[in-house]
């Protein structure tokens, strides 16, 4: 019989400087108990102190480290999960000082990361930011990175036995990286061959948990995981998606954003999200039953500016509509449109919103198609947005208007026939 696995029984700790509006540090507060819920952790108690700044060798002040250590005692906690990255110093005088495993928010995401890659791809980025991470820290950890990894903080590489050996992890990460490079090269091509066949690309970009896998599935009946938890999707999926003209395009599914997401991250899923920098038409989903919708809105914003990637339109499609939060107000500064992905007349309304945008980037056409260029009328209904056609018996040419992308082979084989 399958033993049910037990859920580690954690206590989340977070100090608010003199910096951090009252508002925002619930929110992260809350996020962290989302995330540690999402690595399986049960959340005990959470322990906030209010500081003029981090304590530089404990996170929290001397009393404050004194209290954790009697909670974990008291509630026989096995993990302390902190709500910033820590310095190694902090992280080794806390694990001196509190009989627990001690681990930052970073080190959770990480976890998080392991268990949701699928793709080799995924596996591998997740592995260099982990090692990444553990580099500097690994003076003073003595045998423990040795040993066997189990439970929050310890998954992906810590499952095989590592060596505390700066020279081997090196040597992993030079191979990681020459392993990834590899695979962006492969991504490359194809992505040149798409570019060639000049498909329409739409890319779903989103802050983690607002729904994108979820509308992805709906609007290009693809099986992408979806689940009500952080980072449900993490290695980018592309699927076709029919418009209500029936033009074909591509749509991508990408990783969840979020707020403080590790920088070892970030830039070790730079390739992934290179996918959005090649797409023609990017969905921002937000999560309108959020309360913290807006302060997402911004960091999505900020790491798309980050990738240099706010030129592309942009569509904000505020999602949950059905359950709404009382305060929401949109304010984004692009075409919207108010969704709930379960929705099919919704969902058939944001695809003629989309089209609308798309015939916007392209150029009109106006010809007449003899009736025996069959193959020309079938490509100007899949590859081009077919506005009307209607048949001239005495000429047996099909009169046809619509749109069609700049520089698409297509338009080339439309010269001849314009009116």
Do not use: W
């Not at 690994?138 to 505390?164: C, D, F, H, M, Y």
């Not at 050996?165 to 191979?175: G, V």
């Amino acid at each position: 019989m399958e033993q049910k696995e037990t859920k580690e029984k954690a206590i989340l700790v977070g100090c608010q400087t003199s910096g951090d509006d009252d508002l925002r540090f619930h929110y992260s507060m809350e996020e962290l108990e989302a995330l540690t819920e999402t690595a399986q952790g049960e959340v005990l108690v959470s322990v906030v102190q209010k500081r003029e700044r981090r304590h530089p060798a404990t996170y929290i002040g001397k009393g404050k480290v004194e209290e954790l250590n009697t909670l974990v005692e008291e509630l026989e906690a096995d993990i302390v999960i902190f709500n910033d990255e820590l310095s190694p110093s902090q992280k080794r005088n806390l694990a001196s000082e509190v009989n627990a495993r001690i681990i930052d928010r970073t080190q959770l995401i990480l976890d998080i990361f392991a268990q949701r890659a699928r793709s080799k791809e995924g596996k591998l980025q997740v592995e260099l930011a982990q090692l990444q991470y553990i580099l500097p820290r690994l003076a003073g950890q003595g045998v423990a990175l040795s040993r066997l990894g189990a439970g929050i903080g310890t998954r992906g590489p810590g499952e095989t036995k590592l060596e505390s050996d700066r020279r081997h992890i090196r040597r992993r990460i030079d191979d990681i990286k020459t392993q990834l490079s590899v695979i962006v090269q492969h991504r490359d091509r194809y992505r040149e061959r798409r570019k060639k066949n000049k498909a329409f690309q739409v890319a779903i970009v989103g802050y983690t948990n607002a729904g994108k896998s979820t509308l992805f599935n709906r609007l290009s009946e693809a099986d992408s995981y979806e689940e009500n938890q952080l980072f449900a999707t993490l290695d980018p999926m592309t699927r076709k998606l029919i418009l209500p003209s029936g033009f074909l395009s591509l749509i991508t599914d990408t990783v969840g954003f979020i707020q403080d997401l590790p920088t070892t991250l970030i830039a070790a899923f730079r390739s992934t999200l290179e996918e959005v920098k090649e797409a023609d038409l990017l969905l921002h989903v937000v999560d309108m039953s959020n309360p913290d919708y807006f302060h997402h809105e911004k960091t999505v914003n900020k790491l798309l500016e980050d990738l240099d990637i706010k030129e592309i339109p942009q569509l904000t499609v505020y999602n949950k509509k059905d359950i709404q939060h009382p305060d929401f107000v949109p304010t984004a500064g692009t075409p919207t449109a108010f969704i709930s992905a379960f929705n099919q007349d919704d969902r058939h309304a944001l695809k003629e919103k989309m089209e609308k945008l798309v015939m916007e980037m392209m150029d009109p056409y106006d010809v007449q198609v003899p009736s025996t260029e069959g193959k020309l009328l079938s490509q100007l209904k899949n590859e081009t947005i077919l506005r009307e056609l209607s048949f001239d018996e005495e000429g047996q040419v099909y009169r046809c208007k619509g749109y069609t992308l700049q520089d698409h082979q297509i338009t080339g084989q439309l010269q001849q026939f314009k009116k």
